[in-house]
């Protein structure tokens, strides 16, 4: 029951990817453009992508462990042909070019290859585990930096990625790990005092 209603959301936002694409040609200062631009629609079938392997590890797991090298080769060789054929090496999820939906979900593959062939680097962090916090404070960072109008500095690099990586230590430290620590412990339910 899960495959359809993934493949139909896909869809649907590929849809709202495709008319965002095109809206933002025609209509850049419309506030539909805007309010599409700022929705989780367009967007969601990345994550969708990253769900079905999740739901289907076992059988997708082959693909990604040990291989990071050649998921990184096939980024880079489909980075390549874009920029030769099309004049563009851009990754931008919002163009929809002819082959950003697959530099995109390669992408997604170099970042789980990478995550499930070097696995002893996790030693490093000593098991803190700040992928979540990296996930859910990056782009809220980048979005304000842009809305802000801060656009073009190089110092926008490191604080790009130094400021969500501060954000995700803080949460795992203060919210992520307190929160584990809970885990088993047992709950009164208020409801039946």
Request: aromatic share 8%.
């Given at each position: 029951m899960a495959w359809p209603i993934l493949v139909g959301a896909a869809l649907l936002s590929l849809w709202a990817m495709h008319t965002l694409a095109n809206w933002l040609k025609i209509a850049p200062n419309y506030?539909?453009?805007?309010?599409?631009?700022?929705?989780?629609l367009p967007y969601l079938w990345v994550f969708l992508v990253g769900s079905t392997v999740a739901l289907s590890w076992p059988r997708f797991r082959?693909?990604?462990a040990g291989k990071a090298l050649y998921w990184i080769a096939a980024c880079g060789a489909m980075t390549g042909l874009n920029f030769v054929v099309f004049g563009t090496s851009r990754?931008?999820?919002?163009?929809?070019?002819?082959?950003?939906?697959?530099?995109?979900v390669l992408?997604?593959?170099?970042?789980?290859?990478?995550a499930y062939t070097l696995?002893?680097?996790a030693r490093v962090?000593?098991?803190?585990?700040?992928?979540?916090?990296?996930?859910?404070?990056?782009?809220?960072?980048?979005?304000?930096?842009?809305y802000a109008g801060i656009k073009g500095h190089w110092w926008l690099w490191p604080m790009a990625i130094g400021l969500p990586l501060v954000l995700a230590v803080l949460s795992w430290f203060w919210v992520e790990?307190?929160?584990?620590?809970l885990k088993g412990r047992v709950w009164v339910d208020l409801g039946n005092l």
């Open positions: 506030n539909s453009t805007s309010m599409l631009a700022s929705n989780i082959w693909l990604f990754l931008d999820v919002r163009a929809l070019g002819p082959l950003m939906i697959l530099r995109l992408l997604g593959g170099v970042v789980l290859s990478c696995r002893s680097l962090l000593r098991g803190n585990d700040l992928s979540y916090g990296l996930y859910l404070y990056h782009m809220p960072v980048i979005a304000t930096l842009s790990k307190p929160a584990l620590a």
